[in-house]
Every structure is written in structure tokens, then in C-alpha cells.
């Protein structure tokens, strides 16, 4: 069963870091472009990170302003996406998701993924 599971969101003052996890079952992970998006309340869900399948190649939305950093860990067959200095702008869920490498849509065009999990809440408040 192909399946995606997002961990680690939780309540973290500003400033703070969390470190969310996504792990993979049915298939594996580095052939895939992995994603993560993020939906607040009120708001269109958007893309906060990307990396390619089998490259590495990594791309962030320009709200990012280097705080976060997506890597994977393939021998868990997990994405993992490190946040830094968050902001309370930062709450959200957060999702991600999976789709085959391609090159031919641009990384945060969502209906080009496949799979998705079912999201981790991030909560950033003093």
C-alpha cells in the first residue's frame, strides 16, 4: 500500500525549531520529486519546499529566506524538512507530497502529485 505519513508538527514559540519527517511506504522515495506544502487558515495551500528525484536538486518558496532546508534520508526512505527561525506566519499544516521525477511541470503545480499525506499540524505562538 502506497502511503505517506508527515511527523513532528507541534506547538513551538517564535523563533523556535521543528524538524518534520515524511515517511514513505510502497515505494521509494528517491525516485520520486518530493514536496512540501503548506495550508493556513484562510489561505491556498503553497509550496515551502522541493526536491528532485534522483538529483537532489532543491527549490523553497521565496518565504523561505533560508530557514528551512529539505534533505532526504534514503535508507528510512524519508523526507525530511528542517525549519529554523519560525515565525508565527509559519502555522499551518503541513503536507507533503510525491509525484515521479519529471522536468516538465514546475515543482509547486500541485495537481502534478500523486500522493499525498495526510498533514502535520506547526503552530508557532508565544
Known amino acids: 500500500q502506497v502511503q505517506l505519513v508527515e511527523s513532528g508538527g507541534e506547538v513551538v514559540q517564535p523563533g523556535g525549531s521543528l524538524r518534520l519527517s515524511c515517511a514513505a511506504s510502497?515505494?521509494?522515495?528517491?525516485?520520486?520529486?518530493i514536496s512540501w506544502f503548506r495550508q493556513a487558515p484562510g489561505k491556498e495551500r503553497e509550496g515551502v519546499s522541493f526536491?528532485?528525484?534522483?538529483?537532489?536538486?532543491?527549490y523553497y518558496g521565496h518565504f523561505v529566506k533560508g530557514r528551512f532546508a529539505i534533505s532526504r534520508d534514503n535508507a528510512k526512505n524519508t523526507v525530511v524538512l528542517q525549519m529554523n527561525s519560525l515565525e508565527v506566519e509559519d502555522t499551518a499544516v503541513y503536507y507533503c507530497?510525491?509525484?515521479?521525477?519529471?522536468?516538465?511541470?514546475?515543482?509547486?503545480?500541485?495537481?502534478?502529485?500523486?500522493?499525498w499525506g495526510q498533514g502535520t499540524q506547526v503552530t508557532v505562538s508565544s
Open positions: 507530497a510525491a509525484r515521479i521525477s519529471t522536468y516538465g511541470s514546475a515543482w509547486y503545480v500541485q495537481d502534478t502529485y500523486t500522493y
Open positions: 510502497g515505494f521509494n522515495l528517491d525516485e520520486y520529486d
Open positions: 526536491i528532485r528525484g534522483n538529483t537532489d536538486r532543491k
